[in-house]
């Protein structure tokens, strides 16, 4: 097994079958991988390779039928409902290919979401969104609501708000799918941005191009893991 210390993600052996008995659909086979802290990872495989099934399962959105995943040096099949819905506020940031911002908010009460049931202070909080918003470059945008937004300034707001926690994991879930290629092109730099920062980043694509813009690439094919993944 691998330093906890060294390694946020590591899937040991990973199953996942949907349905039962003869019906029964193995879509994860097996499944071994680790990625370090710093790491910026790119999962790939065409439509039904399991691609969607490895993103809920690092979410602690989906459990595995067999296997160990162990996310920062914690076991997640050891956690309770209420500790995973803790991991996945706090531990993980996700950003989605549809943004998944609330239209009747503006772009810093978006960004603030996440943490409005910390202890910390109203104060506090909005400081580190109006810190996030800057690094984005969306300032002037704080008080415009998501349908004011290009695609782009929405999925720099995800992002954001994915980092508003400090989490130890960025799970990017096809994240320029919506977007033209400028602009897409322009979100995958502020990932690299990121990663650069130290972010320890997990992105689900099924894009060649985009997937070589991360530092080391995992390939899935029916649901099989095709290269090392360290």
Do not use: W
């Not at 162990?70 to 500790?83: M, N, P, R, T, Y």
């Not at 009460?109 to 470059?137: D, F, M, Q, T, W």
């Not at 879930?173 to 980043?201: A, F, S, Y």
């Amino acid at each position: 097994m691998s330093d906890p210390a060294e390694t946020v993600i590591e899937l040991d052996s990973i199953d996942m079958y949907y349905g039962e008995g003869d019906a029964s659909l193995h879509v994860l086979k097996g499944v071994n991988i680790v990625v370090r802290e710093g790491e910026y990872v790119a999962i790939t495989g065409a439509s039904g390779s399991g691609k969607s099934t490895m993103l809920n399962i690092l979410g602690c959105l989906d459990r595995a039928t067999n296997g160990r995943y162990i996310l920062h040096g914690a076991d997640v099949a050891d956690l309770d409902d209420d500790e995973l819905s803790h991991i996945r506020n706090d531990r993980i940031g996700f950003i989605f290919q549809s943004f998944n911002l609330i239209a009747g908010l503006n772009v810093l009460e978006n960004i603030e979401v996440p943490v409005l049931y910390s202890s910390k202070s109203i104060v506090s909080r909005r400081a580190r969104c109006k810190e996030l918003l800057a690094a984005v470059g969306l300032t002037e945008r704080m008080h415009h609501k998501p349908p004011q937004l290009s695609g782009g300034e929405r999925q720099r707001v995800a992002i954001a708000r994915s980092l508003v926690n400090d989490p130890v994991l960025l799970l990017a879930d096809e994240p320029t799918g919506n977007l033209d290629t400028k602009t897409g092109n322009e979100v995958l730099t502020l990932m690299e941005d990121l990663h650069k920062q130290g972010r320890t980043i997990v992105m689900i694509t099924h894009d060649p191009i985009v997937a070589a813009r991360a530092q080391r690439q995992i390939h899935l094919i029916d649901g099989v893991v095709q290269e090392p993944a360290a």
